[in-house]
């Protein structure tokens, strides 16, 4: 009984503590989940060590993931989706192409094998849907154009994801004639999601078997969602494909079915709960003796990665024939790092592609790259408020939007070059008057000579005056 009553209060604390960290984070007008990895840190092994990471805890968040593509595939719309799907998918792949090509870099210069430097190229190329979404749903631009560019790129991504972790998976097995399996896997994993995409978008709601009898029972209702979602991830997994792909198949079925509101509707709240789960234990993953250990590896990749990553969004959407009026925030919105790159990052670590030390890395930048989310909302916003009333240029409008910036920069500049002449001119005036030699004494008494004082002389190291 004693240790049920110690397991409840381990319980209780940590949803204590993660409901105060969302609620935080919410009225500051962020991300929930930012929140939920900070308890996830301060709980963690590197806090207080009140919770330690465990196969329970990480199966409970491998659910939640599961759950999430199930429910993208059920508030996705198809029709929107096809209509933004070639200009999302050529920047989806811009960005992963863009990304791997970096990362081969970094590793040319690290020393980093081929495997990991491929796996990494594909963890920076993903961006958080939750995080984007949140943004969107932030400006009222979800249901917009900017939304539906920005949310189709990512849904790409979210496809991009299955084939990815297939590849992951095969990853540091050694075996060359894995090879043309992958390919086989891949290939079928793409086509059919094409072909179950086209088909859906090209016909009516369909009607599941007894949907009329689960219309408004609720608790028949979520039992048959949720046996849908994981039989389908269940049969994907033994396929080889990935329970993510089942799931976010099976989701699109739901959504083109006349229970997608209801299903959705009964959903959510128990995917809300594992994504909890799923965040705290990303907390729980981050080695805060190794991030300070190596505080400037993590905050170069960090920034390198943020920075590099929003000019290439901006950039490929600019590209895909986008306005800089969505480009600009679309881009920011994607700098971050998402979710799904922890589950690769996990494959690739159980695969022995990353090192233990480049795994606590992925996992920091991964989650700090999250944490840093805040900032970037705040310029989301400011541009998406200078735009609203039309932008006529695109340096006038961020000149609009960072004018504060701008301004301490040039009092900084400022200041600094003021310094800076004082310094000189002070360097200049000691200078003279070291050097300028003092006039001659007056004549002095009958007897001793017109003797001149000279200037100040440094004499040799070692040599006493007068030697």
Known sequence: MEAHATQLTGIAVVTAVAVAAGLGLQTLRQPPIVGYIIAGVVLGPSGLGLVRQSEQVGLLAELGVVLLLFLIGMELSLKAFVRVLWPASLTAAGQILASIAITFAFGWWLGWPTEQSLLLGFIVAMSSTAVAMKMLDEIGELRGDLGQITVGVLIAQDIAVVPILILADSLGSGSAELGFAVVVKILVAIGLMAGFILVLSRRGKIKLPFDQTLRGRVDLLTLATLAVCFA?????????????????????????????????????????????????????????????????????????????????????????????????????????????????????????????????????????????????????????EATRGGMSEIRATLGQVYAGEIARLERGAALARRGGAALGRGWQSGTARVRRPRPPAADPPAGEGNAVIPEIVVEPEGRKPGD
């Open 232 to 384: 389908a991830a269940s049969a994907s997994g033994v396929a080889g494909l990935s329970p993510a792909y089942g799931a976010f198949l099976a989701g699109l079925m739901i959504a083109n079915s006349h229970l997608r509101s209801e299903a959705i509707h009964v959903a959510e709240p128990i995917q809300s709960i594992l994504m909890v789960v799923f965040f705290l234990s990303i907390g729980l993953l981050i080695d805060i003796g190794y991030v300070w250990r190596h505080l400037g590896l993590v905050i170069l990749f960090v920034i390198g990665v943020v920075a590099i990553k929003s000019v290439l969004n901006v950039w490929l959407l600019r590209r895909v024939g986008q306005p800089w009026e969505i480009a600009f925030p679309g881009g920011l919105m994607m700098a971050q790092i998402g979710e799904f790159s922890f589950v690769v990052a996990a494959v690739g670590f159980g695969n022995r592609v990353l090192d233990p030390d480049g795994y606590r890395l992925a996992i920091a930048v991964i989650a700090m790259t999250l944490l840093i989310t805040p900032f970037w909302m705040s310029s989301v916003r400011r541009f998406h």
